[in-house]
């Protein structure tokens, strides 16, 4: 059984600029309006896997909108799969190694899809498959799976 470790913002929804100013911005509704990237949630919800969220959030009213957007795109990632992390506290790949060590998984299987690079590098270090964003897509269109 594959296991796959999705990322939100720019992964299952458009990447959206945050940066303004030099200042980080979070208005509130700046997730529950996100655009979802429909072909890989209908790629993703016939994938024979268990699917799992990492992702992180700047603040609890985030987490929440966070929360509706998976239960109306994704219902095929089931609740307790989620794993919102806190945003600038805590690197998000610490909690996936915490939480990979307690299922006892063999790293083989496990996947993470992410569109940041330097969460797939760390992905690579603790032995589990990277996927980037844009290759996803590209398998996607060829018709591979994963
Ligand atoms: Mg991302």
């Known amino acids: 059984m594959k296991h796959i470790f999705l990322d939100m913002d720019g992964t299952l929804n458009e990447y959206t600029n945050t940066v ?10 700046f997730f529950s309006k996100k655009r979802p990237l429909w072909m890989v949630l209908y790629y993703l919800q016939d994938l024979e896997a268990e699917k799992y969220i990492i ?19 994704c219902p095929f990632v089931p609740t307790e ?14 909690r996936l190694e915490q939480y990979l060590d307690a299922l006892d ?17 760390q992905a690579e270090k603790m032995g589990i498959n990277p996927i980037h964003t844009s290759r996803l897509i590209g398998m996607i269109e060829r018709k591979e799976t994963i």
């Open 20 to 29: 303004h100013f030099n200042k980080v911005v979070f208005e509130p509704g």
């Open 55 to 73: 992702s992180a959030s700047p603040s609890e009213i985030h987490d929440d909108e966070k929360y509706k957007w998976l239960k109306r795109f």
């Open 81 to 94: 799969n989620i794993i919102i992390t806190r945003w600038q506290e805590e690197n998000k790949m610490d």
């Open 105 to 121: 998984l063999d790293r083989d299987d496990v996947y993470l899809i992410d569109d940041e690079h330097e969460y797939l590098r």
